[in-house]
């Protein structure tokens, strides 16, 4: 019986995949597209919360108010953050590899641990792993990356920017780099470890670049027309993710099954603006009727046209917000130095990078962001530990105020999130449990008044609260009480009674959307194109093609893309 190997491509278009390979850009995925049972799954309304991978490991599931979401909010300390994966969560749940009746390597699966059976690798040069660098057993992550070298665009898209051709070059050639490496470590591992019988292996260069480079194939993003045209460099990408995934599959037996997959796919974003400045400044407004942020001379913003605001090169979009606050934070001169765009640019040069390696004794990035060493403590230290996410992004200088405030906006990695400051379930409340639908529907009618000063949209189609009317506030809630969705790229809001916010610099490009697919290949398998199916039956249907070693099934039902399936 053959083996199972199933790849992944970190939120990936489909249609572009597809569109790549009719060009011819992408042969070893047309190869395997032409051999393959495909079909198209539907990940929607997971793919929004930032949980599709914690939900793939699982096999489970997962909504915002699950015991298993990413992030918490702690109602004493008023402060948010984000949970590491955990190898066994508050569920229940296990990985779903562990239904498999042997050997199992793994490698940067996000939302993964090194807990539990098999050979694993995490952080490697996932896009988003909640896990740090880490391996098991101990040591194999610092053989990778003497061996092949880290990741260099690891923990480093951040510091990039579509505003800058410079940087987004160097994002760019570090992603072809690492895609490349992440086959040559895929076969690597396989060779290292013989007897596997299942191996889960994930590329995220997809997901950094298209979410910064989203604009270059959605030629309708209101981007398009003032930045240079950085649809080349995608493609560069994906062309480094189709030699890799030949890597891998050359390394295959015939008798070896084959699943090329992507949970989601990516269209053009709302920027995040909307949810980590704007709806924060347009609530900081309301309560205390003054600016957090300058904005920028609206008059002459106006008069030109109303043109997206394009940051200086360089200069990296958190630290380029951070110079708006009216009051900035007291920092230390080490800090102001690091936030002047000069010493952004230094960073991503050859001399800046190789000081920098001095300086902090450890690799640094393609922008000048260090790559840490492998963690060496164990997984029971390692799943203990949280990050604060106030602290992360921008929306974090809100965070003093929020003991003050009836509503606030939490940190958010998409669509914005709202916690009602409620009296005895917040350690200093503001709206009595009695006032609680009072307080949602004054900010229903703030944030629906609100319109693009552009076009004189609305930004939202409102609120969408978790909590029926007259049930009250959850007292347990582990996160937000009500989640807003944007309806379009907005750099400004508009409001009647509070006048215009912004514009600011958009920060993302790309933003998820709920179509991912599956390609699967093998002896066992016939080229078609299959009905969609939900994303929660692709664990299932992986494990279906592993045969009699599938002791654990999880959630969800397989997939009939084998034309002989494996029995006990």
């Given at each position: 019986?053959?083996r199972?190997?199933?790849v992944?491509?970190d939120?990936a278009?489909?249609?572009l995949?597809?569109q790549?390979?009719?060009?011819?850009a992408?042969?070893?995925m047309?190869?395997?597209r032409?051999?393959?049972?495909?079909?198209?799954?539907?990940?929607?309304?997971?793919?929004?919360n930032?949980?599709?991978w914690?939900?793939?490991?699982?096999?489970?599931?997962?909504?915002?108010?699950?015991a298993?979401?990413?992030?918490r909010f702690?109602?004493?300390?008023?402060e948010?953050?984000?949970?590491?994966?955990?190898?066994?969560?508050?569920a229940g749940?296990v990985?779903?590899?562990?239904?498999v009746?042997g050997?199992?390597i793994?490698f940067?699966v996000?939302?993964?641990?090194?807990s539990?059976?098999g050979v694993?690798v995490?952080?490697?040069?996932?896009?988003a792993?909640?896990?740090?660098?880490a391996?098991s057993?101990?040591?194999?992550?610092?053989?990778?990356?003497?061996?092949?070298?880290?990741?260099?665009?690891?923990d480093?898209?951040y510091?990039c920017g579509w505003?800058d051709p410079t940087?987004?070059?160097?994002?760019?050639?570090?992603?072809?780099?690492g895609a490349?490496?992440?086959?040559e470590?895929?076969?690597?591992?396989?060779?290292?470890?013989p007897?596997?019988?299942?191996?889960v292996?994930?590329l995220?260069?997809s997901?950094s670049?298209?979410?910064?480079?989203?604009?270059g194939i959605?030629?309708d993003?209101p981007?398009?027309?003032?930045?240079?045209?950085?649809?080349?460099?995608?493609?560069r990408?994906?062309?480094a993710?189709?030699d890799?995934?030949?890597t891998?599959?050359?390394a295959?037996r015939?008798?070896?099954?084959f699943?090329?997959?992507?949970l989601?796919?990516m269209?053009?974003?709302h920027g995040?603006?909307?949810?980590?400045?704007?709806?924060?400044?347009?609530?900081?407004r309301h309560?205390f009727?003054?600016?957090?942020?300058?904005?920028?001379?609206?008059?002459?913003w106006?008069?030109?046209?109303?043109p997206?605001?394009?940051?200086?090169r360089?200069s990296?979009?958190?630290?380029e917000?951070?110079?708006r606050?009216v009051?900035?934070?007291?920092?230390?001169?080490?800090a102001?130095?690091?936030?002047?765009?000069?010493y952004?640019?230094?960073?991503t040069?050859?001399?800046?990078?190789?000081?920098l390696?001095?300086?902090k004794?450890?690799r640094i990035?393609?922008l000048?962001?260090?790559?840490?060493p492998?963690?060496?403590?164990?997984?029971?230290v390692?799943e203990?530990a949280?990050e604060r996410?106030?602290?992360?992004?921008?929306?974090?200088?809100y965070?003093?105020f929020?003991?003050?405030m009836?509503?606030?906006a939490?940190?958010t990695?998409?669509?914005?999130?709202?916690?009602v400051n409620?009296?005895?379930?917040?350690q200093?409340?503001q709206v009595?449990?009695?006032?609680?639908?009072?307080?949602?529907?004054t900010?229903?009618?703030?944030?629906s008044?609100?319109?693009?000063?552009?076009?004189?949209?609305?930004v939202t189609?409102?609120?969408?609260?978790?909590?029926?009317?007259?049930?009250?506030?959850?007292?347990?809630?582990?996160y937000?009480?009500?989640i807003?969705r944007w309806?379009h790229?907005?750099?400004?809001?508009?409001?009647?009674?509070l006048?215009?916010?912004?514009?600011?610099?958009l920060?993302?490009t790309g933003?998820?959307?709920?179509?991912?697919?599956?390609?699967?290949a093998?002896?066992d398998?016939?080229a078609?194109?299959?009905?969609?199916r939900?994303?929660l039956?692709?664990?299932?249907?992986?494990?279906?093609?592993?045969g009699?070693?599938?002791t654990?099934?999880p959630?969800?039902t397989?997939?009939p893309?084998l034309?002989?399936v494996?029995?006990?």
């Open positions: 019986m053959g199972v190997c199933a992944g491509i939120a278009s489909i249609d995949i597809e790549l390979c009719d060009a011819g992408l042969p070893h047309e190869a395997l032409r051999r393959s049972a495909r079909t198209r799954l539907d990940s929607a309304p997971t793919h929004r930032g949980m599709l914690t939900q793939f490991v699982s096999g489970r599931d997962i909504s915002h108010d699950d298993r979401f990413r992030c702690d109602p004493d300390t008023y948010a953050y984000e949970t590491s994966a955990r190898h066994i969560d508050e749940a990985p779903f590899w562990e239904g009746d050997s199992v793994t940067d996000p939302r993964s641990t090194i539990g059976p694993h995490t952080a490697w040069g996932a896009h792993p909640s896990y740090p660098r391996s057993p101990r040591g194999l992550l610092r053989e990778i990356d003497e061996r092949f070298g880290p990741h260099p665009a690891f480093n898209e510091a505003h940087r987004l070059d160097r994002l760019t050639a570090a992603l072809e780099t490349r490496r992440s086959g470590i895929a076969t690597f591992l396989m060779d290292r470890f007897d596997w019988q299942l191996f292996g994930v995220s260069e997901h670049a298209s979410e910064f480079m989203w604009h959605d030629r993003h981007l398009t027309a003032h930045v240079a045209d950085v649809t080349p460099r995608v493609e990408v994906f062309r993710m189709d890799a995934i030949g891998i599959v050359r295959l015939p008798d070896d099954t699943f090329l997959f992507s989601d796919g269209m053009s974003s995040d603006l909307p949810s980590i400045v704007l709806l924060p400044e347009l609530l900081h309560r009727g003054m600016p957090l942020v300058r904005d920028p001379d609206q008059d002459a106006r008069a030109a046209g109303y997206p605001v394009i940051p200086p360089h990296v979009w958190r630290n917000m951070d110079r606050l009051a900035p934070p007291t920092r230390s001169i080490r102001r130095i690091q936030r002047l765009p000069v952004d640019a230094a960073r040069t050859e001399i800046g990078r190789w000081l390696a001095r300086v004794h450890t990035g393609a000048g962001v260090p790559i840490p492998e963690c060496d403590d164990p997984p029971e390692i203990r949280r996410a106030d602290e992360m992004l921008f929306l974090g200088h965070q003093r929020w003991r003050a009836p509503t606030f939490l940190p990695f998409g669509d914005a999130y709202l916690r409620v009296i005895g379930r917040e200093h409340g009595s449990p009695a006032d609680y639908d009072d307080a949602r529907r900010v229903d009618a703030l944030v008044e609100c319109r693009d000063p552009r076009t004189g949209r609305l189609d409102g609120v969408e609260w978790l909590d029926a009317p007259g049930a009250g506030p959850d007292p347990l809630r582990p937000a009480d009500g807003v309806t790229p907005t750099d400004a809001f508009e409001h009647p009674e006048g215009t916010i912004g514009p600011f610099p920060h993302r933003v998820h959307t709920g179509t991912g697919f599956v390609w699967a093998g002896p398998i016939a078609a194109q299959h009905p969609d939900s994303v039956d692709l664990p299932a249907t992986i494990l279906q093609a592993t009699p070693r599938a654990k099934p959630s969800g397989a997939i893309l034309t002989r494996h029995v006990d």
